[in-house]
């Protein structure tokens, strides 16, 4: 197909997509499937949509591939690739068979290039990978970095204010309940702490998953312990601590109180006693897969190859025995090397 017609191919077949009015322009182009065999039947490729090649039928009708393909993309024009598994061919910086150059990866969602150092100015010189929800992406410091979102507050507490939780930190782990210490910013106000076994999204959840309780003042250090508080149960708060549940995530919500009017609330932090997430190394299934099950509250963690690994987007969100190194293996996130053993 020459350039001319080409381009007035594409044309039309962007303003029937836009238009939804494909049937005024004559002869099918659009691809659209059809009987789930194939698109439309087609004489040649100039029929179907660009990307999608002519197959023939077999004794029947030859019709347009239902899948685009990159490499009819780049024979059509060298800075073609497929738009998606089934889209059209789009002009891109980079792709899948169009490589960015050295010191640079290819951020296959936007089909964009970017320096492998993850240098930035504004956090729109940084890749967002497809970004899913649960991830946020900022710049810091002059480079790009993926963080969790802050944990929520609970739906249905009415507060004036914010209290802030400095200990635990969110996913934060504690090896035993000796360990465990409740810290937030200081309130001119009795404080009422309480601990729940699911998340507490909603006032209601958080009383059915309460386990655990304290009301009071925290000490001089700010901060209370496990062996301060009473266990709790849907029938109230008892006289003692009760063993708290292991190997699970736990939820801490503190609330600033003064004669009954509720003057702060912080967000539900989650934390744990002994392991309750999955951390950079374990084995996983869901390849290519955020927040499934390596999911973690501290991390942002990415099954890739069957390990739980670290997602980055600059060497700042590894540690300092590790790199962000782009992974052939996924096409959403590049990865933390594993830090040596």
């Not at 030859?62 to 024979?75: I, M, P």
């Not at 869901?286 to 670290?310: E, T």
Request: glycine residues 10%; proline residues 7%; negative net charge.
């Amino acid at each position: 197909m020459n350039s001319r017609r080409r381009w007035d191919f594409v044309l039309s077949v962007t303003l029937c997509v836009a238009l939804a009015a494909c049937g005024s322009l004559g002869e099918p182009k659009a691809f659209l499937p059809d009987s789930g065999t194939g698109g439309n039947t087609c004489v040649g490729g100039q029929d179907c949509v660009p990307g999608h090649i002519c197959i023939n039928g077999d004794g029947g009708p030859d019709r347009c591939a239902l899948q685009c393909d990159d490499d009819e993309c780049l024979r059509l024009d060298p800075s073609w690739q497929c738009s998606s598994a089934q889209g059209a061919c789009k002009s891109v910086e980079c792709g899948r068979k169009i490589a960015c150059s050295t010191a640079e990866f290819c951020d296959l969602s936007l089909f964009r290039c970017y320096p492998t150092s993850g240098a930035c100015s504004t956090v729109s010189d940084c890749p967002v990978f497809g970004l899913v929800d649960g991830v946020e992406l900022s710049c810091t410091s002059g480079s790009c970095v993926l963080n969790r979102p802050s944990p929520s507050f609970v739906s249905g507490l009415d507060t004036r204010g914010v209290v802030e939780v400095l200990s635990p930190t969110p996913g934060q782990e504690f090896a035993n309940e000796g360990e465990v210490a409740f810290q937030w910013t200081a309130v001119n106000a009795p404080v009422l702490v309480v601990v729940a076994d699911a998340e507490p999204t909603t006032l209601d959840k958080l009383r059915a998953h309460a386990v655990w309780g304290f009301a009071g003042k925290s000490d001089e250090a700010g901060v209370i312990h496990w062996a301060n508080g009473v266990h709790v149960t849907a029938a109230g708060w008892n006289g003692v601590p009760a063993e708290p549940p292991q190997e699970v995530p736990l939820f801490v919500v503190v609330q600033a109180v003064q004669r009954g009017v509720l003057l702060g609330a912080s967000r539900a932090v989650p934390f744990s006693i002994g392991k309750a997430w999955k951390t950079e190394g374990d084995s996983c299934e869901d390849q290519g897969v955020v927040n499934g099950s390596c999911a973690n509250p501290a991390r942002v963690l990415v099954c890739n190859s069957g390990q739980c690994r670290v997602a980055c987007a600059s060497n700042l969100d590894c540690s300092s025995e590790s790199g962000c190194a782009i992974t052939p293996s996924l096409t959403s996130f590049a990865v933390c090397d594993l830090p040596p053993p």
